[in-house]
């Protein structure tokens, strides 16, 4: 079987309604990203990054997975799929995708503060947390990564793309580092595959498919195919 890697960005989450980061009038306009996202805006007020992840937590109950997340788990018949996803929400686990690589953490986990490996998967009706949350004898900070904070999934990821017979990203602005720079470890020869409503410039090499993740994972479904067909 072909090993299918699919990189995912915020696009794909958006028709789910979640607000991505550059969304007007999302969740992210009503906080400045460095005060809720980063190393030093946790260490500087604690209190409120708890209260920004526990309206996260919340606008997620309300989304369910849509037909893109769906037509990935579909693509599992035809292929070895690997999802690599810049996401923090749980809409692929929801969905049904087998394997899942998640780089910037996970909204409905939390991991200790004195020891990183010690992390807790919160249940949907009690998911809020603040400074005082003890689990385990433990404090606990959002299982997310922080601006300012390394990426520890990013040496996986590169490996899992490195031997990939298929790469496709789906629904990123390609400028968010250094999920952005995965393009770069895809092997000569393989082929590539972007879908985004508003591509950003890639290799000449890569086929765009300029449509909605939902449109694109079907157009791109049967792309596949055909080119399997012709083996």
Partial sequence: MKKLVISTG?????????STFRDAGGLWEQYPVMD???????????????KFYNERRKQLQSCSPNAAHYGLVDL?????????????????????????????????????????????????????TTPETVIDGHHVRPH??????????????TQVVSEADI????GTSLAVYPAASLLNYVRPGVPVYYIDPNPAGVPQSVTV???????????????LLKEEEKK
Avoid at 89 to 101: M, V, Y
Avoid at 144 to 157: D, R, S
Avoid at 209 to 223: D, N
């Fill in 10 to 18: 915020a696009g794909i989450s958006a028709e789910s309604g979640i």
């Fill in 36 to 50: 809720v996202c980063s190393a030093d805006g946790f260490a500087r007020n604690p209190s409120l990054v708890h």
């Fill in 76 to 128: 599992e018949k035809y292929f070895d799929v690997t999802v690599i996803t810049q996401n923090v929400d749980d809409l692929h686990e929801r969905a049904g995708s087998s394997k899942i690589l998640h780089l910037h953490g996970e909204l409905m986990k939390v991991r200790a503060l004195d020891d990183e490996s010690r992390v807790y998967t919160l249940r949907p009706e009690a998911c809020e």
């Fill in 144 to 157: 997310i990564v922080f601006f300012q904070e390394a990426v520890p999934n990013f040496e996986p990821a």
């Fill in 167 to 170: 790469f496709v990203i789906i």
């Fill in 209 to 223: 498919i300029k449509a909605k993740a939902s449109e694109g994972v079907a157009i791109l479904t049967q792309m």
